[in-house]
């Protein structure tokens, strides 16, 4: 093999290794701003819940993402009239918007519940189907 072939191999090697550094940079910088930026600022109940990553009624988008991490799956769901956000969290299963263990529910850009898998996801159709 030819020095130039060697030198455009190890060019693409290199290339190929600074992206994988700059999207795993990109992952961790998002929680890293908001842990430099908003978690000095977060009362104390909320730091002990993202530290311990736990859900607590009120936390917001950000707040549960620094507990949690990024949900496997977003979902926009109807109750009582009312949009509700749900985000969960694995183990995914075969259908990860469906089987996943934690749920966390938004209303209105904060946490009004969460439930674990133990419990029926109020998305999914009831049993034997939609009602005609």
């Known amino acids: 093999m030819s020095a130039t072939h060697l ?3 190890l ?3 290199v290339i190929s290794l600074l992206c994988v550094a700059l999207l795993m940079a990109g992952c961790e910088s998002e929680r890293d701003r908001l842990m ?4 000095p ?3 104390d109940h909320i ?7 736990y859900a607590v009624r009120g936390m917001d988008h950000e707040q549960v993402y620094l507990a949690f991490g990024e949900p496997i799956c ?18 995914g299963g075969r259908d990860p918007c469906i089987t996943a263990e934690f749920r966390v529910f938004f209303e209105k850009g904060v946490v009004s519940e969460w439930v674990k ?6 998305f999914m159709d009831p049993p034997g189907g939609v009602p005609p």
């Open 47 to 53: 730091k002990r819940a993202v530290d311990h990553s």
């Open 74 to 91: 977003k979902r926009t769901i109807e109750q009582n009239g009312k949009p509700v956000e749900v985000w969960l969290y694995p183990p």
């Open 41 to 43: 600022i977060y009362p």
């Open 7 to 9: 030198r455009a191999g």
């Open 117 to 122: 898998s133990n419990e029926v996801p109020r």
């Open 11 to 13: 060019t693409i090697q």
């Open 36 to 39: 430099k930026e908003k978690y």
